[in-house]
């Protein structure tokens, strides 16, 4: 129960910091337009050993008219985020290995269906 709400109150910072930082750029009134360059964070998932959460963050990207997804990882102590997954596609649903090494996640790159990937944070991923 406490590290659920933990989790909340981490993305709800990671929330709050993307509006803060929005606003933060402008002096003027928000706009339409606006909400399409606020990132959503979802899905936080803390590492077996409660060292690491590694989360969903997506983009909207107004061209294609769809949502780009990536998974992070930050310390649960706070500090820089670390980006996992880099790729044209969407990576989402991040779940650690029982003893911490790898994260599992979903992914469709390009016209391939959703495939399960591992990977090890800092190394490249494997189909599953």
């Known amino acids: 129960m406490k590290k659920r709400l933990f989790i909340s109150i981490i993305v709800l910072f990671l929330f709050s910091f993307t509006i803060t930082h929005t606003r ?5 009134p ?3 337009e606006d909400l399409y360059k606020i990132k959503k964070v979802s899905d936080p998932r803390v590492s077996p ?24 990882l930050i310390p649960i102590t706070g500090g820089e985020p670390k980006r996992l997954t880099a790729d044209a596609g969407n990576d989402k649903s991040p779940r650690w290995s029982p003893d911490g090494k790898q994260i599992a996640f979903i992914s469709k790159r390009g016209k391939d269906k959703a495939k399960k990937k591992t990977r090890k ?4 991923d494997v189909n599953m």
């Open 24 to 28: 933060a750029q402008s002096k003027r």
């Open 30 to 32: 928000m706009k339409p």
């Open 49 to 72: 050993d409660g060292k690491w959460i590694a989360y969903t963050v997506s983009v909207p990207d107004l061209e294609k008219n769809k949502y780009h997804s990536d998974i992070w």
């Open 121 to 124: 944070p800092g190394t490249e």
